[in-house]
């Protein structure tokens, strides 16, 4: 039996929202750079991130967008719906260790085409690099995806 509920986009409600959750590690990582071929040394060279503004080691960003992508497809709307597209503005760096929420809220919906708009945030939930910068909470990606569903 799926764990999963299959909606259509008369279910949805404007104001919909759901989250996804994961502590990042540096396995995540590294497997994320060997599958998309990013291997930017500010992600994989720990002597090199010392150099740069980072001071150490950052979680890639595209990685931080792919749980946008779980809480979409897999809880709002979940399975039933295709991803269009997203804008995505990244404003804090992610380390190995920090355990971040995807959530998504839904503010649109354009019944042409049966597309929903969708507001994409990911927050630092706990942080292991304490730098004083970056409090509990801080928003580390925030955007908007348009979502088209099928039913």
Same mark, same amino acid.
């Given at each position: &039996?799926?764990?999963?509920?299959?909606?259509?986009?008369?279910?949805?409600?404007? +104001?919909?929202?759901?989250?996804?959750?994961?502590?990042?590690?540096?396995?995540?990582?590294?497997?994320?750079?060997?599958?998309? @071929?990013?291997?930017? =040394?500010?992600? #994989?060279?720990?002597?090199?991130?010392?150099?740069?503004?980072?001071?150490?080691?950052?979680?890639?960003?595209?990685?931080?967008?792919?749980?946008?992508?779980? %809480? #979409? +497809? &897999? !809880?709002?709307? +979940? =399975? +039933?719906? #295709?991803? @269009?597209?997203?804008?995505?503005?990244?404003?804090?760096? %992610?380390?190995?260790?920090?355990?971040?929420?995807?959530?998504?809220?839904?503010?649109?919906?354009?019944?042409? @085409?049966?597309?929903?708009? #969708?507001?994409?945030?990911?927050?630092?939930?706990?942080? %292991?690099?304490?730098?004083?910068?970056? =409090? !509990?909470?801080?928003?580390?990606?925030? @955007?908007?995806?348009?979502?088209?569903? &099928?039913?």
């Amino acid at each position: &039996m799926a764990d999963y509920e299959i909606r259509t986009y008369d279910s949805i409600k404007v +104001g919909e929202k759901a989250t996804f959750s994961k502590t990042v590690t540096q396995v995540d990582d590294a497997l994320f750079a060997g599958i998309s @071929g990013d291997f930017n =040394p500010v992600h #994989i060279d720990e002597e090199y991130a010392k150099t740069t503004q980072f001071k150490t080691r950052i979680v890639h960003g595209a990685y931080t967008v792919g749980l946008i992508s779980a %809480v #979409i +497809g &897999m !809880k709002l709307p +979940g =399975p +039933g719906c #295709i991803y @269009g597209s997203q804008k995505v503005r990244f404003t804090a760096p %992610v380390h190995f260790g920090d355990t971040l929420t995807a959530i998504a809220e839904v503010i649109e919906k354009k019944e042409k @085409g049966k597309r929903l708009i #969708i507001k994409t945030t990911v927050v630092k939930d706990s942080c %292991v690099f304490d730098s004083g910068k970056f =409090p !509990k909470d801080t928003v580390v990606a925030e @955007g908007e995806a348009t979502i088209f569903m &099928m039913k």
